[in-house]
């Protein structure tokens, strides 16, 4: 198993270009999250989803949106890069059943500079 | 809002001394987890602990969790260089929340 799977890796972006970065996992799993981390900040939660065709917001969803139109995908959208999205991105996944209640997964991160 | 806080926030040890991280929380959760992260890498699962339970151990790991001081912590025994990482906590909230809210984190180095 891949696990799970961000792309792309790294990248830069002008102020108020778009890009969409993609989480994929091959678990099954039913919850999916993004969050972004910072220097001195800690992961916080950007938005999450709690199986296929749903989504929440998080601590910080402003200039994000997301999509979960197949159970093992889940999207993060920026529609106007700011730099203060400069920040490196991580998607998780949860099996969302008891037994392992909130065991988070983590994929690899994505390195996104907004200059 | 941050709901875990480790302390201290960065340690630095020898090979084979032991780690001590401590972690507090504000509000009642059901699990407290433990996460750690190598340079450049995502955040990988150590250990998880039931608001019932007040230790648990995984191999060099030991666990302890204290509900009624909202705090738990976690013992790295023989500490290896490959133990360099950070180290964050993370709850979620009593009633049940499929979030968790993770610490800052803590920088541990192991010097060989």
């Known amino acids: 198993n891949a696990g799970v799977t961000q792309t792309p890796k790294f990248r830069v972006l002008k102020t108020g270009q778009s890009m969409t970065l993609l989480c994929a996992q091959d678990?099954?799993?039913?919850?999916m999250y993004w969050y972004r981390q910072d220097p001195g900040m800690g992961l916080r939660l950007i938005h999450y989803s709690v199986g296929e065709g749903t989504t929440a917001k998080g601590e910080v969803p402003d200039g994000y949106n997301v999509s979960r139109l197949k159970k093992q995908n889940f999207l993060l959208g920026l529609e106007s890069a700011a730099p203060s999205q400069t920040s490196v991105y991580f998607c998780?996944?949860?099996?969302?059943?008891?037994?392992?209640?909130?065991?988070?997964?983590f994929g690899p991160g994505t390195r996104l500079t907004v200059t | 809002s941050q709901q875990g806080e480790e302390d201290p926030q960065a340690l630095s040890i020898q090979e084979g001394e032991n780690a001590t991280m401590n972690c507090s929380y504000k509000?009642?959760?059901?699990?407290l987890q433990w996460y750690r992260q190598n340079s450049g890498r995502g955040l990988v699962h150590l250990i998880l602990?039931?608001?019932?339970?007040r230790e648990k151990h995984s191999g060099r790991l030991r666990v302890t969790l204290d509900t009624s001081k909202k705090s738990s912590s976690l013992l790295i025994t023989a500490s290896r260089a490959a133990d360099t990482a950070s180290y964050f906590c993370?709850?979620?909230?009593?009633?049940?929340?499929?979030?968790?809210?993770f610490g800052k984190g803590m920088k541990l180095t192991v010097n060989p």
């Open positions: 509000t009642s959760i059901n699990n």
């Open positions: 678990m099954n799993h039913e919850y």
């Open positions: 602990i039931r608001s019932n339970e």
């Open positions: 998780a996944s949860s099996p969302g059943t008891s037994g392992s209640w909130y065991e988070q997964y």
């Open positions: 993370a709850t979620d909230k009593w009633g049940g929340s499929e979030k968790l809210v």
